[in-house]
C-alpha cells in the first residue's frame, strides 16, 4: 500500500511531496476558501458555510466507483507513544465497516527541524477505499472544527501533536486536502480534470490567489 502511494504520486505527481501548503507545490491546483474571514469562524451561519462547501466540494471529486487512498499523517516527538495507547480514531471512527481496519497501513517517517530540542517523526496511515465506506460528512466537519474546543476533534487527548488528511483520488488523479476550516486544497495531474470546479465554484476561489488560478485556465 505505502508502494502504491508512492508510485502513484510519481507517475503522476513527479516531486510533490505530501506536505502543507500543497497548494504551492504543484501548478495544477486550486485554493478554495471554506470558511468567511470576516465573520467569526464559530458563528452558526459560517460553520454552514464552512460544511456546505467542504462536503460539496468532496462530492464533487469523489463518486461512488472512484478508488480513494485515505491518508492521514501525525507529526508528533518520537517519544509520544500515544498512538501506541490508543490507535487513531480516524480509521476506527469514520469507516462504516471495522473489517477493513485490517488492511491499514503504517509508516513511520523522519522529519527534523533545527529549531526543535526533540526529533520529530511523522506517522502516515493508509488506507484504500471508496466513498460509501467512509464516514466523509462527520469526518470533514471533525477537520474543519479542528481549532475548536468540540468533542469531535481528531487529536483532543493528545494535543502536542498535529495532523494532515489527504483524500487521493487513484481514478481522476486528483488529491483533496481540507487543510482546516480555513480552506481546501484540490491537485490534478492534468488541469483539464479540475476545470469543472474552476467553472462552477469560481466564486469559491481564494481571492489572494485568484490571479495565478485565473493564469492556469486561461
Not at 483533496?176 to 491537485?187: A, T
Request: aromatic content about 14%; some cysteine; charged content about 30%.
Amino acid at each position: 500500500m505505502i508502494r502504491n502511494l508512492y508510485s502513484f504520486l510519481n507517475q503522476n505527481f513527479e516531486g510533490l511531496i505530501l506536505t502543507p501548503p500543497l497548494f504551492y507545490s504543484w501548478n495544477n491546483s486550486i485554493r478554495f476558501e471554506i470558511s468567511n474571514p470576516i465573520k467569526p469562524h464559530y458563528s452558526k451561519e459560517n460553520l454552514q458555510q464552512t460544511f456546505q462547501r467542504s462536503i460539496t466540494l468532496f462530492k464533487k471529486v469523489f463518486n461512488e466507483r472512484d478508488e480513494i487512498l485515505l491518508v492521514t499523517d501525525v507529526l508528533t516527538t518520537r517519544n509520544n507513544h500515544f498512538l501506541q495507547r490508543k490507535p487513531l480514531n480516524v480509521y476506527k471512527k469514520y469507516l462504516k465497516d471495522k473489517n477493513l481496519l485490517y488492511k491499514l497501513h503504517h509508516q513511520l517517517l523522519g522529519r527534523f527541524f533545527e529549531d526543535e530540542a526533540d526529533e520529530m517523526v511523522i506517522h502516515r496511515f493508509l488506507l484504500q477505499c471508496k466513498k460509501n465506506t467512509i464516514r466523509y460528512v462527520p469526518l470533514l466537519k471533525a477537520i474543519c472544527y479542528e481549532d475548536y474546543a468540540h468533542s469531535s476533534t481528531i487529536l483532543k487527548s493528545n494535543q502536542e501533536s498535529g495532523y494532515e488528511i489527504y483524500f487521493v483520488n487513484l481514478n481522476k488523479k486528483i488529491i483533496f486536502h481540507l487543510y482546516d476550516d480555513r480552506g481546501c486544497d484540490i491537485l490534478a495531474a492534468d488541469k483539464e480534470d479540475i476545470r469543472y470546479l474552476y467553472e462552477e465554484f469560481n466564486d469559491w476561489i481564494l481571492d489572494y490567489d485568484r490571479k495565478r488560478i485565473d493564469h492556469l485556465f486561461e
